[in-house]
């Protein structure tokens, strides 16, 4: 069996990094932070970390793989997230119903803003766990 626990971002600026991922997904260090590494865990919830690595990298766009967030009022989530840093990303492909607004952190690591304000997960289950 396997599980997804930690998803790894190549970094350049690991204080600025940390401080935009802790705030835009409302995570707190697992760990006391080295000098090219730190792990942000969920603040309460069973959600997988996400680890940044400060070390060099080639961009490479469309990137490879990227994460997806829910949002559960997409338009807010998009605001604050810009007001943090990130910027949204243009792309004349994207279908006119598309549920996702693709973004980038301020290093230019791309991620997308999925509506979704009925998902199941915004409600905790009776085990504490949320659903996919």
Same mark, same amino acid.
């Given at each position: 069996?396997?599980? %997804?626990?930690?998803?790894? %971002? ?58 997806? %967030? ?31 607004? %693709? ?30």
């Amino acid at each position: 069996m396997l599980k %997804i626990v930690s998803i790894v %971002i190549r970094v350049r600026d690991l204080s600025t990094q940390a401080r935009f991922w802790t705030a835009a997904l409302d995570y707190v260090e697992r760990d006391p932070r080295e000098d090219d590494w730190v792990i942000l865990k969920p603040r309460d919830a069973d959600a997988p970390c996400i680890a940044l690595d400060a070390q060099p990298s080639e961009r490479v766009l469309p990137p490879r793989i990227h994460l997806d %967030i829910y949002a559960e009022d997409q338009s807010a989530e998009i605001r604050r997230l810009t007001e943090l840093g990130a910027r949204e990303v243009p792309w004349d492909r994207r279908p006119a119903d598309a549920d996702y607004v %693709i973004m980038e952190d301020p290093e230019g690591n791309r991620f997308c803003v999925v509506d979704r304000p009925d998902w199941a997960g915004w409600t905790p289950t009776r085990g504490g766990g949320s659903q996919a």
